[in-house]
């Protein structure tokens, strides 16, 4: 094969060159698909409206912490380069009861770590179920509330209660959303970007 024809068949199979932005979703099991297929959860739904003008890419672990997160994200950054960063953090630091000051210490951390990347931070606001207690539950949200008035930070409000509204929206477990439930979830984070992304 000749020079010029190896060449311009080696950037055939580059796949980033045919994406403009790229959308990193560091998150927990939310946003891995806990109990699903990957294809089924809704960052891969997500994924297939956006392409190929946007690439997502999805670096969620069921079970991570606001921890997990900020140990993982300047290796994503440099290795995946994104233009965008959702951050679906907080929920298993809430569940286990965890340090709401070491939650936002952490969420603090990655929001910063963004920006001095010239990367535009994504909060996803997360809630935990009311029987952990409302006084507990309440600081939780403002977490997340606190920083995004801090940072100025675009964000997701995502309503839980309207998953367990919704027949078989919610798993057994009571936590994690079903695959009926990805496509409403999707449409949610996507209006909440598409303003941001366009």
């Known amino acids: 094969m000749p020079k010029i024809k190896l060449i311009l068949?080696?950037?055939s199979l580059l796949p980033s060159l045919t994406y403009g932005s790229t959308i990193l979703v560091l998150g927990d099991s939310f946003s891995a698909g806990y109990g699903m297929k990957t294809e089924e959860g809704w960052?891969?739904?997500?994924?297939?409206?956006?392409?190929?003008e946007y690439r997502v890419i999805n670096a969620s672990i069921s079970g991570d912490t606001t921890q997990g997160g900020l140990s993982r994200l300047p290796r994503l950054i440099e290795l995946k380069?994104?233009?965008?960063?959702?951050?679906?953090?907080?929920?298993?630091?809430?569940?286990?009861?965890?340090?709401?000051?070491?939650?936002?210490?952490?969420?603090d951390q990655m929001i910063n770590l963004c920006i001095e990347k010239d990367i535009?931070?994504?909060?996803f606001k997360m809630r935990i179920p009311?029987?952990?207690?409302?006084?507990?539950?309440?600081a939780f949200e403002k977490v997340f509330t606190d920083l995004t008035l801090k940072h100025n930070t675009n964000a997701i409000s995502f309503d839980f209660e309207s998953l367990i509204?919704?027949?078989?929206?919610?798993?057994?477990?009571?936590?994690?959303?079903?695959?009926?439930?990805?496509?409403?979830?999707?449409?949610?984070?996507?209006?909440?970007?598409?303003h941001l992304i366009n």
Request: proline share 8%.
């Open 165 to 194: 509204s919704v027949p078989d929206y919610i798993q057994p477990d009571g936590i994690h959303p079903t695959a009926k439930a990805q496509d409403m979830i999707k449409d949610v984070v996507k209006a909440s970007i598409i």
């Open 43 to 52: 960052v891969h739904l997500l994924s297939q409206e956006l392409e190929p």
């Open 81 to 107: 380069n994104p233009d965008y960063v959702i951050i679906e953090l907080g929920g298993n630091d809430g569940l286990r009861g965890q340090s709401l000051r070491s939650m936002q210490n952490n969420l």
């Open 130 to 138: 009311p029987n952990y207690g409302k006084r507990y539950a309440t």
């Open 9 to 11: 068949f080696l950037f």
């Open 120 to 123: 535009v931070p994504i909060l």
